[in-house]
């Protein structure tokens, strides 16, 4: 791996895109080594994903400006499928994922962190969608995504006037969870992902996938969703651990922690 970093810390891992100089912006090497990385995650044992950027400068600062200026039309829409495959696989992983953005999050930076599951950020960060002012439209789900995280109005205003988000709007309108300093930035996401990991791996799983799901479902259809993946916890050992846990008089017992899927 050329542009990827790949930090495994217990039960849960850090991925950090690599290209300082660049400010971590999106090639197609960039994209194909992301999702070779996805592909290797040990889901046996990683529990929780943190993705992040390289230096204090930018989290992605977009696509690749230099390797998208003369694309084809058949090329562009390559690229953009390209893009939005991993971030599908990013939004679907079947683990949480979170995006510690430190410093720009623009285009495809902004794209990146939409499709992870929780969202904190550096007081140095700058998110946004410029790409009209570049002649193109968002392509790696920016004009899906960002609508339905912070709503249909704000979405196209952020998007049509091409205007940076400043970190304290971002957090206003809800599309970051926390803003820490530079300094405590990953300290919070690693305490994040370690509390995500010392819970119950699948019934983990199932409540992402219960959201996931849900959200392109009807409530009727949805609350079905939730009841069979619900239902698909029980008679795990994590269950049945984590109840008997919790009735047992003997409230000096040490939890212990829940097994691997």
């Keep these: 791996m ?3 970093l790949y ?9 950090t895109i690599n290209r300082e100089k660049a400010l971590n912006a999106l090639n197609s090497q960039v994209l ?9 995650v040990d889901l046996d044992v990683v529990r929780c994903l943190i993705i992040t950027g390289a230096g204090e400068k930018s989290f992605v600062a977009g696509a690749d400006i230099g390797e998208m200026s003369n694309l084809t039309k058949a090329e562009g829409e390559a690229f953009g499928k390209k893009g939005n495959d991993v971030f599908r696989k990013i939004e679907t992983f079947p683990i ?8 720009f999050a623009l285009g495809g930076g902004c794209e990146l962190a939409m499709s992870c599951d929780i969202r904190i950020c550096s007081d140095n960060a700058v998110f946004g969608q410029p790409e009209v002012g570049l002649g ?16 249909v109005g704000r979405a196209k205003q952020i998007i049509f006037t091409a205007k940076n988000v400043k970190v304290e709007d971002a957090y206003r309108i809800g599309l970051v969870n926390a803003v820490y300093t530079k300094e405590e930035l990953m300290i919070k996401a ?9 819970n119950a791996p ?9 959201i996931n799901e849900g959200l392109d479902a009807s409530m009727d259809e949805a609350l079905v969703i939730e009841e069979k ?13 984590g109840m008997e846990f919790f009735l047992d008089k003997n409230k000096d017992k040490v939890k212990e922690p829940f097994k691997n899927c």
């Design 190 to 198: 690693e305490k994040i992902a370690s509390g995500i990991a010392k």
């Design 2 to 4: 050329d542009y990827i």
């Design 202 to 210: 699948i019934a983990v799983r199932n409540c992402k996938k219960a």
């Design 32 to 40: 194909e080594e992301l999702d070779a990385t996805l592909d290797a």
């Design 229 to 241: 993946l619900f239902g698909d916890c029980f008679e795990t050992a994590d269950q049945k651990y």
């Design 136 to 151: 193109i439209t968002p392509g790696f789900g920016g004009t899906q995504r960002l609508a339905r995280i912070v709503g």
């Design 96 to 103: 949480p994922v979170i995006a510690a953005v430190n410093g």
């Design 7 to 15: 930090e495994q810390k217990n039960n849960y891992a850090i991925i």
